[in-house]
């Protein structure tokens, strides 16, 4: 039998759809449109076209397009007035600092000039605290558009063993964390592990995100699991994951394709976290 398909595409416009319904809500309530501001800092040609595409999504929406741009050889005195300039800006309901920045550039200092109810990539520490501890806030983008799919594709959770292989800051422990918050049972892999294919087989939930190319095989899954993958590679055939997508197909009983599993509820987990910053900074709650 051949797993069922995870369609983010589709859940992602519904997502984009609910939320310039909020917009909207937000608006004609007396309210302001939430203004996103991404910040480049250079000119590297794949985050431009992230930006890009952020920015349309946000226009798409109903919010104000924000954007700041500053050259590549700027200093971490220049970048730094730029986040407090946008912290400050009452417009702004969402600052997200693309990265990486330039080599030269302290980005997780920059991160830090952020504030919390701003931090719409859910990526400073604070953030990440409350995350830690159960607490509302601004959560990571991706992990949440896993936590979205999943919920949308009925899988259940509580008590569900969940095996998340990749324990990155934007996507391995924000993801542990969240599924952890649902009540599964969570294991983090890592390159570290001593066994990664057995570890993966006892998952009724298997997230990957290790970052290497069709890492996780059939070998690695169990009958029926649900099998997200994270990863995104540009190869010469095109966009492919961290799972071998074809093999694990015949084994799982859910998967993400890639393109058009999880990147696409990143974006619209971004616009989700903009609106939600901006009502509670306008006194709605969120
Ligand atoms: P990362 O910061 O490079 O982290 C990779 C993690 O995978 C690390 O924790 C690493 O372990 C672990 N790992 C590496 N090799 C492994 C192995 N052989 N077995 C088990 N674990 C291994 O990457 P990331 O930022 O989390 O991103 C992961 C992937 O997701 C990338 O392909 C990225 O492009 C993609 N991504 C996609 C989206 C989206 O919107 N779809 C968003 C973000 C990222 P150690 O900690 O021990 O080094």
């Known amino acids: ?79 730094a007035a730029l986040v407090d300039e946008l912290a400050a800006d009452p417009a702004v309901s969402g600052i997200l600092l693309q990265l990486p920045t330039p080599a030269d550039l302290d980005a997780e200092a920059l991160l830090a000039r952020i504030p919390a109810e701003k931090d719409v990539d859910g990526l400073t520490t604070l953030n990440a605290g409350l995350l830690a501890q159960g607490r509302p806030g601004l959560r990571p983008c991706t992990p949440s558009g896993v936590m979205v799919l999943l919920d949308q594709y009925d899988v259940p959770l509580q008590g569900a063993e969940a095996v998340v292989v990749g324990r990155s800051v934007l996507v391995g422990k924000p993801m542990a964390q969240l599924l952890l918050e649902r009540n599964a049972t969570v294991t983090t892999c890592h390159s570290r592990t001593r066994d990664l294919a057995e570890v993966c087989r006892r998952a009724d939930v298997l997230v990957v995100a290790a970052g290497i190319p069709g890492l996780v095989g059939a070998d690695a899954v169990k009958p029926g699991a649900t099998v997200i993958d994270v990863g995104i590679h540009r190869g010469e055939n095109g966009l492919r994951g961290d799972v071998d997508t074809a093999a694990v197909a015949e084994v799982a009983g859910k998967t993400t394709p890639v393109p058009g599993g999880v990147g696409p509820m990143t974006i619209a987990m971004l616009l989700a976290n903009t609106l939600t910053a901006a009502e509670v900074q306008q006194g709605l709650g969120g």
């Open 1 to 79: 039998m051949t797993a069922q398909v995870i369609d983010g595409t589709a859940v992602a416009r519904h997502v984009r759809a609910d939320v310039a319904k909020g917009v909207e809500q937000l608006v004609a309530g007396g309210g302001t449109a939430p203004g996103l501001a991404t910040v480049l800092i250079g000119d590297d040609p794949a985050s431009e076209v992230y930006v890009r595409n952020k920015r349309r999504a946000c226009v798409a929406a109903g919010m104000t397009d924000l954007h700041r741009h500053l050259p590549a050889d700027v200093d971490q005195a220049q970048a």
